[in-house]
């Protein structure tokens, strides 16, 4: 997961502190959100699907990754 300040755009200058907060609260989210499947899940699979609820979370909250 990208969780480096300075990986993401901060076009409203809002800073590293709120940046964490986010980061924070998205990291919450996903926890809540990573009950298993049913069937199997490869490991690929489960970072690919942790990785989208992140940017997701993130994205929602106006941080989006530079490109």
């Not at 926890?31 to 992140?54: C, D, I, T, V, W």
Request: glycine share 8%; with cysteine; net charge positive.
């Amino acid at each position: 997961m990208k969780n480096e300040y300075d990986s993401y755009a901060d076009p409203e200058s809002r800073g590293e502190v709120v940046f964490s907060k986010h980061m924070k609260t998205c990291r919450t989210f996903i926890n809540l959100q990573m009950k298993p499947n049913e069937g199997s899940e490869g490991a690929g699979e489960l970072y690919n699907r942790k990785e989208h609820l992140f940017l997701q979370c993130m994205k929602k909250k106006g941080w989006s990754l530079k490109p």
